[in-house]
């Protein structure tokens, strides 16, 4: 961010400043002078969690090599733990036994933190989707802040959602705890972990199965043939 879009960020529009003073003073309340110096500090210093799991991991790697070397955007190197990022990529297949870790790693995460779906799959289950064993989408078990779409995308798209989230956090601001959890005074509810058993349930939608077991929804009525002789 060069100094002038900096203070252009920063200005009060009711408060003129000065003619040939503008590129170099800005007059703003504390809270958006402290929420843009923050924000500016934490959208060039993201740290991804690689969370590789089919080919489009491939595309990520090409990304935080020398030849596209994303730390130069200020993404830095890819972390191996959870507890050392604040960026989770998710870039491949999600299958129903893969749900469970991701979910784990989430919450294990550090807040503030941010989540990128790379790849058709990592967004709705790709060609993969009628399969028995994949999740359509991973945002159905943790919320996603960007979406790359492409089988796989290229490292391009890849920088370019890199780039969406700095553009996310830059546009957050504290005090505003409904639409950013992590600026209120508790902590954030941790997402539940789907439960793996003959099939992926999700406890949030537990009470459905309840209501099932007891009877509560009404059988669908029987379709008549239509190929019987009146």
């Excluded at 299958?95 to 550090?110: D, E, G, S």
Aim: aromatic share 8%; glycine share 8%.
């Amino acid at each position: 961010m060069t100094n002038d879009n900096f203070l252009k960020e920063l200005h009060n529009p009711d408060m003129p400043v000065p003619e040939g003073m503008e590129s170099t003073v800005a007059v703003t309340g504390f809270n958006e002078l402290l929420s843009s110096i923050y924000n500016w500090g934490r959208s060039n210093s993201i740290w991804p969690m690689a969370f590789g799991l089919a080919c489009c991991a491939i595309e990520m790697i090409a990304t935080a090599s020398s030849r596209f070397d994303q730390a130069r955007f200020g993404m830095e190197v890819l972390r191996a733990t959870p507890r050392q990022a604040d960026l989770m990529l998710v870039s491949g297949t999600v299958t129903k036994k893969m749900v469970v870790p991701i979910v784990r790693l989430y919450n294990q995460m550090a807040e503030p933190k941010y989540v990128l779906a790379m790849g058709a799959c990592a967004i709705g289950g790709g060609p993969f989707k009628e399969g028995y064993n994949v999740v359509s989408g991973i945002d159905k078990f943790i919320p996603v802040d960007v979406y790359v779409p492409g089988c796989p995308p290229t490292p391009q798209a890849l920088l370019y959602g890199l780039m969406k989230v700095q553009d996310r956090i830059r546009g957050q601001a504290f005090g505003n705890a409904n639409s950013i959890p992590w600026y209120g005074k508790g902590p954030s509810d941790e997402v539940p972990v789907p439960i793996l058993g003959p099939d992926l349930i999700d406890p949030r939608q537990a009470f459905l199965l309840r209501r099932a077991a007891a009877g509560e929804f009404d059988a669908p009525e029987p379709v008549a043939d239509s190929t019987e002789e009146e």
